[in-house]
């Protein structure tokens, strides 16, 4: 018996962008929840007009709670989500893997390009939870960065595919109103774990305050706490932070920690090459560009 596919989604004055949304995806699910979070603008009547199943939801600056009350309202197998401003790459493709594979297993992560060049080539892209079993106990986690961690339950067949994909089409401008949005949201739940505090102080970095970064980073990556590939970027970005400060032995400390823990990461070689030529030290800087070539070559 063929399973079905529910699309969930969460979205606010996403009117510009709800059409182009909608048209990815026409058509590819068996059901369409719309769950609208304080629009001001047409986003609930374009929803209606293209025959979303709409539903409200009061903002309490917690996304995983938004996304749960969202795929709550599936009656579906599967549950599928996006955000307005992504679209789905391609229709065809899924449909042919909800018809072949999909049944195979509970929880599928699929290719997010996250970002683009003026060509629309991908130049950052990550995996992420896409499809999800209705019928496993999965739930979103995390009140920003959300995410469902599917570990602890070996019953639950978590796989990948990448024969379809998302694509983010967020404007620079947009990203740069989602970072002041993320810092206000993370100061109204007053950050507590490792995990927050490291995305914490990666807005604060965005945001253009190396100090408070630095010290947010280097607190979440020496916690012990953070996942490896959390931390490993936890090092990065408070060696960035350090460099930003011009403190520049204290940047090196921290890429050589991050070496420890991604020995072949190039970044944290550039970071100590950079930090050598700011201190006038030629010799120390070239073995570390030679050590980053390495890595590239070594990882393609």
């Known amino acids: 018996m063929s399973q079905t596919v529910g699309l969930f989604c969460i979205m606010k004055n996403e009117a510009d962008n709800l059409r182009r949304f909608h048209e990815s995806i026409k058509g590819v699910f068996d059901q369409y929840v719309l769950v609208d979070t304080g629009s001001t603008d047409d986003t609930v009547k374009i929803a209606h007009e293209l025959g979303y199943e709409v539903h409200h939801f009061e903002w309490i600056n917690d996304f995983a709670a938004a996304r749960n009350f969202a795929m709550s309202k599936l009656t579906t197998d599967f ?18 893997f909800k018809k072949d594979i999909m049944n195979l297993g509970d929880f599928w992560v699929a290719p997010y390009h996250y970002a683009s060049d ?26 920003l960065h959300e995410g469902i961690p599917p570990v602890g339950n070996a019953t639950i067949r978590v796989m990948s595919t990448e024969q379809w994909c998302i694509r983010h089409m967020r404007t620079d401008d947009d990203m740069k109103k989602d970072r002041s949005r993320n810092l206000k949201i993370m100061e109204f739940h007053k950050v507590k774990d490792a995990r927050q505090q490291y995305y914490y102080g990666k807005e604060l970095f965005e945001a253009d305050q190396p100090v408070e970064a630095a010290n947010e980073l280097t607190r ?16 990065q970005y408070a060696a960035w932070s350090y460099m930003k400060c011009n403190q520049f032995p204290k940047a090196m400390e921290m890429a050589y920690l991050g070496l420890m823990v991604n ?9 100590i090459g950079d930090c050598h030529l700011k201190l006038n030290n030629l010799a120390g800087a070239i073995p570390h560009f030679v050590a980053a070539k390495a890595c590239i070559q070594n990882n393609p």
């Open 263 to 271: 020995p072949h990461r190039a970044e944290y070689h550039c970071i």
């Open 118 to 143: 003026k060509n629309g080539v991908p130049n950052c892209t990550f995996i992420r939870e896409r499809v999800i079993r209705l019928n496993r106990g999965m739930q979103w986690k995390y009140f």
């Open 220 to 235: 979440a990556a020496a916690s012990g706490e953070l996942e490896p590939h959390d931390r490993d970027l936890a090092y």
């Open 79 to 96: 549950g599928f989500w996006m955000d307005g401003d992504d679209v789905l790459d391609s229709a065809e493709k899924f449909l042919a």
